[in-house]
């Protein structure tokens, strides 16, 4: 039991990062390889917020989650805008060079020397199970923003106008719906998604530069698991990988974790594309 609501917790947080990749690749049909850097600047603009200003970690989220739309949309803007329209290569390209760039920045600001946040919340036990409350606090917080996406692509003007976009950019251009500007808050929303599970993550785990690597790769995972395309697809998807990272470590060592969950990848991909929670475009 332990093992398992520890994965579950983890898994909520893995489901928020892989919601703003499977947004911007739903939306634009654009793989974003500049996800994991976002989660690392994400991981990085908590910590300078709460260590050199002494800032509250859950309020530092807010203020680094709406720099990363900011950011987002501005990279759209220079880097994808162009080349959107243009084969897969060109945009995969266009991203990869953006988080080569970004690494390369992020690398002669920070180091890699690993960062912590000492955060101390304690923990709450029932029966055998210890939870830690900053791992309960980014599993709630992570649900809340999931709910909070799904509310606003359902119900708000702007969110109708995206999942329009997504279904048919041409016919939405022809009722008067703005693509572009709806593409670029689309691309600023998946980095705020990055940012805000970057900035949970440093909340209980340690982290460097490269550590956004890791958690693109689980990310890709998670999308395929969930289907391509589906933000809720991606929270269950990320429970999914969650339990099987909590609960193997029980039964075998930590380093064939990886190649379990990418087996899982490929067997996803040959034989249900869509994804466990995808269905047909």
């Avoid at 269950?236 to 060592?253: D, N, R, T, Y």
Wanted: charged content about 10%; proline content about 3%.
């Amino acid at each position: 039991m332990q093992y398992l609501v520890d994965g579950l917790l983890i898994g909520c947080v893995y489901g928020l990062a892989a919601m703003g990749m499977t947004l911007i690749w739903g939306v634009m049909d654009v793989i974003n390889l500049a996800h994991g850097i976002m989660i690392t600047l994400g991981s990085f603009g908590v910590y300078l917020l709460a260590t050199s200003l002494g800032m509250n970690p859950y309020l530092a989220l807010i203020i680094a989650g709406a720099v990363g739309l900011l950011a987002g949309m501005g990279i759209y803007k220079i880097a994808i805008q162009k080349v959107l329209d243009t084969s897969h290569l060109s945009t995969l390209l266009a991203t990869f060079s953006v988080n080569m760039i970004l690494l390369g920045l992020a690398t002669q600001a920070f180091s890699t020397n690993p960062r912590s946040l000492d955060i101390d919340l304690g923990s709450i036990t029932i029966g055998s199970v210890t939870v830690q409350v900053t791992r309960l606090l980014a599993a709630l917080v992570s649900v809340l923003i999931a709910a909070g996406l799904t509310l606003f692509l359902k119900r708000t003007t702007p969110g109708k106008y995206i999942r329009a976009i997504t279904d048919n950019r041409a016919a939405a251009e022809l009722v008067g719906i703005p693509s572009q500007r709806m593409l670029a808050f689309s691309f600023g929303l998946g980095t705020l998604l990055a940012v805000m599970a970057g900035g949970l993550i440093a909340t209980f785990f340690p982290f460097t530069v490269l550590s956004g690597d890791a958690y693109q790769l689980k990310s890709f995972v998670i999308v395929v698991l969930g289907g391509l395309g589906n933000p809720i697809g991606a929270l269950l998807g990320g429970l999914v990988l969650g339990v099987l990272e909590g609960i193997l470590p029980a039964f075998m060592s930590t380093s064939w974790v990886p190649v379990i969950e990418f087996v899982l990848f490929v067997v996803i991909l040959l034989f249900k594309p869509t994804g466990l929670f995808g269905v047909k475009k």
